[in-house]
């Protein structure tokens, strides 16, 4: 039986359209590795910096494993800020359609182990 973890899963993050700049003039794209350039990276902290104008985020791509500490104003924060809901998205509607396949692929199981009387009272004991 092939599981759903062996297929190449259509459902992938659309890494090129994450790492699209919105113009020249835009803020920097936090998301974006500048060593490897992966659009997965992810902050492993953030904190406030002189009022409200400032934050100190530490960065780690999980890809090439480049770790950084920098302040960035609101507008690249924000930015970064969508970039990760975006991901959360995606993320959740992966998770969403490998729970279906694999429910799926369980349902068409049982109901063959139906058909050929593989099951039995005994098999829902307590």
């Known amino acids: 039986m092939r599981r ?3 297929l190449r899963n259509p459902l992938l ?16 794209s936090l998301h974006i590795c500048p060593d490897c350039g992966s ?24 890809e090439c494993e480049w770790v950084c500490e920098g302040v960035h104003d609101v507008v690249a924060v924000d930015a970064f800020d969508e970039q990760l809901d975006l991901g959360a998205h995606e993320l959740a509607n992966e998770l969403e359609a490998l729970e279906r396949a694999n429910m799926s692929e369980m349902t068409d199981a049982f109901v063959v182990a139906l058909r050929n009387d593989l099951i039995t ?4 004991r307590v």
């Open 4 to 6: 759903n973890t062996d």
């Open 13 to 28: 993050l659309d890494i090129a359209r994450m790492q699209e700049p919105g113009n020249d003039t835009a803020a920097p």
């Open 121 to 124: 009272a005994d098999d829902f």
């Open 39 to 62: 659009g997965l990276v992810q902050p492993t902290s953030w904190q406030q910096e002189d009022g409200r104008a400032q934050w100190r985020v530490w960065r780690r791509c999980p």
